[in-house]
């Protein structure tokens, strides 16, 4: 993901790809990783979205 990118747009790639962290990229070179935590502490109302996606991964983890 960009680092301009919006907030909801990293939420939306986290929750439809079932991930909990996104590489963050600028010109071709790794700048960071954003993670849902990350996330769900700069955007509070997307708490509940991320806390599902957290869920599932857990989940799956589990019974991978």
Not at 11 to 18: A, F, P, R, T, W
Not at 21 to 41: Q, S, Y
Request: glycine share 6%; aromatic share 4%; no cysteine.
């Amino acid at each position: 993901i960009n680092p301009d990118a919006e907030i909801e747009e990293a939420v939306k790639l986290m929750v439809e790809n079932k991930i909990e962290r996104l590489p963050v990229g600028f010109e071709g070179n790794l700048v960071g990783i954003v993670t849902a935590i990350d996330l769900a502490l700069a955007e509070p109302k997307m708490i509940e979205q991320l806390a599902a996606l957290m869920f599932f991964s857990r989940k799956s983890e589990v019974a991978g």
